[in-house]
């Protein structure tokens, strides 16, 4: 079975890297120390504080493996090597959806860095799935749960990091 790979930027790859480290080196010791507290307390059968640090270490150790496993199977997209005006990983793109004035504004990650609320949107979604490859001007159907629609690529450019 072929791994699946996770698309992504430099600068994403480092932040899941700084990530891992700070769960690793901070977290995860923080946690193994609040478990030998709470044993200290006794009886571990109505001991809530050494139950409320073990299912943070299991979360925590989730974590951990995930962040792992896509730094392992990490795949660099290099935006240098793509079109300037064409859309890809790495690259800020402005859309305006055919009939209106409405603008928006999307930067393309990789699954990984996806952050909706800071307008990073993964490879992975349908707006970036129907985006990626195409270049400024080109018109686009965007199939979304709520239906389809189409937008006009306004502009491509490099993310700032």
């Known amino acids: 079975m072929t791994e699946k790979t996770y698309p992504m930027t430099l600068t994403e790859k480092a932040q899941l890297e700084k990530e891992l480290e700070e769960l690793k080196l ?11 507290i709470a044993r200290s307390y006794g009886d571990l059968s109505e001991n809530s504080e ?10 925590v150790e989730g974590q951990i493996s995930t962040l792992e496993t896509k730094l392992r199977f990490s795949e660099i997209i290099d935006s240098d090597a793509i079109a300037k005006n064409e859309v890809a990983i790495g690259r800020t793109v402005v ?4 009939g209106t004035n409405d603008e928006d504004k999307y930067v393309i990650v990789g699954s990984a860095g996806a952050d909706l609320f800071a307008g990073k949107i993964s490879n992975e979604s349908p707006i970036a799935r129907a985006l990626i490859g195409k270049k400024v001007g080109d018109v686009v159907t965007i199939v979304s749960p709520a239906g389809k629609y189409n937008v006009e690529i306004i502009s491509v450019e490099k993310t700032k990091e």
């Open 95 to 98: 859309i305006k959806e055919v």
């Open 50 to 59: 050494y139950d409320a640090a073990k299912d943070e270490q299991a979360f």
């Open 26 to 36: 901070v977290r995860r010791p923080e946690i193994v120390e609040r478990i030998k």
